[in-house]
Nanobody, 119 residues
Framework: QVQLVESGGGSVQAGGSLRLSCAAS????????MAWLRQAPNSERELVAR???????NYADSVKGRFTISRDNANNTMYLQMNDLKPEGTAVYYC?????????????WGQGTQVTVSS
């Protein structure tokens, strides 16, 4: 199994910054890609950013230029640097990994971390 643990959420004023971390643990797995998604109250979960093992990144248009996703493959850890946060960024942020485990490509989720941006 693959376990994902997020950290770094919190409360910040608009214009502030936060850095989220997601650490993957377990044994016998190989991560294909990792991603951050977020879910605001009464909204569907949406992709924020994604990074492949090779380092290719994708961002939602709403965060381009303000958020940076990065990854430490050696430690199976992913980061999301969030700058110039806006109130609409208030959501629970989830870490997701697509990994091969026991020969199967599966999706794994973290428990989520709350980010609250006040105006």
């Amino acid at each position: 199994q693959v376990q994902l643990v997020e950290s770094g959420g919190g409360s910040v004023q608009a214009g502030g910054s936060l850095r989220l971390s997601c650490a993957a643990s377990g044994s016998g797995f190989s991560i294909n890609y990792m991603a951050w998604l977020r879910q605001a109250p009464n909204s569907e979960r949406e992709l924020v950013a994604r990074i492949t093992y090779g380092g290719t990144t994708n961002y939602a248009d709403s965060v381009k230029g303000r958020f940076t996703i990065s990854r430490d493959n050696a430690n199976n850890t992913m980061y999301l640097q969030m700058n110039d946060l806006k109130p609409e960024g208030t959501a629970v942020y989830y870490c997701k990994a697509k990994a091969v485990f026991s020969g199967l490509l599966r999706g794994y989720w973290g428990q989520g971390t709350q980010v609250t941006v006040s105006s």
